[in-house]
């Protein structure tokens, strides 16, 4: 089992920085590909970003494409996303997963296994 738990969002105004923070337990992550997905009101969750278990290849949706950084510390059991340029049409509830098993494509919400509970961004205009 893999416990994810979120952290760093915020209200902030457009053009400001975030940094969201993914700590797991239960098990280490080091080998796993990690993903950041979010959810606006109304909306289906949809793929931001996601790393592999190295960090060594990093997977972007066009939206938050030279916007947002995924990046992780094995070491510390830890996955993050800075944001930078932030937009009213970023705000959403950010959830991480985890892709444990599933040899499904990284981009897909199905092929995660372990998800955490989420941490609300509010970019206000």
């Known amino acids: 089992q893999v416990q994810l738990v979120e952290s760093g969002g915020g209200l902030v105004q457009a053009g400001d920085s975030l940094r969201l923070s993914c700590a797991a337990s239960g098990r280490s992550i080091s080998s796993y590909p990690m993903g950041w997905f979010r959810q606006a009101p109304g909306k289906e969750r949809e793929f931001v970003a996601a790393a592999s278990w190295s960090g060594g290849r990093t997977y972007y949706a066009d939206s938050v494409k030279g916007r947002f950084t995924i990046s992780r510390d094995n070491a510390k059991n830890t996955v993050y996303l800075q944001m930078n340029s932030l937009k009213p049409e970023d705000t959403a509830v950010y959830f991480c997963?985890?892709?444990?098993?599933?040899?499904?494509?990284?981009?897909?919400?199905?092929?995660?296994?372990?998800w955490g509970q989420g941490t609300q961004v509010t970019v206000s205009s």
């Open positions: 997963a985890a892709l444990t098993y599933s040899s499904g494509s990284i981009y897909a919400e199905s092929a995660y296994d372990y």
